[in-house]
């Protein structure tokens, strides 16, 4: 589902502008985003949570010279579906 489709979902089901979606989906993207960005968890009961983890540093190779790379150490986004919603998709 791309951003235009969710808003228009969003619309139709909360009885509200396109308009107002794309502020609200905007709104809470951004702060979902700060919050993880000042390394906090962000767990919404029923969905699952967000979170950031740290990836250790690890050797990689180059696929196309076959050559050793060292790839550093890095904080990446992480969600973890809540059990509800994992039984919900089966």
Known sequence: MTKAEFVDKLAEKGEITKKQATEAINR???????GLVAG???SIPGFGKFSVVTRKARTGMNPQTKKKIKIPEKKVPKFAGAKALKESIK
């Not at 809470?28 to 700060?34: G, Q």
């Open 40 to 42: 906090e968890e962000i």
């Open 28 to 34: 809470i993207f951004t702060t979902m985003a700060d």
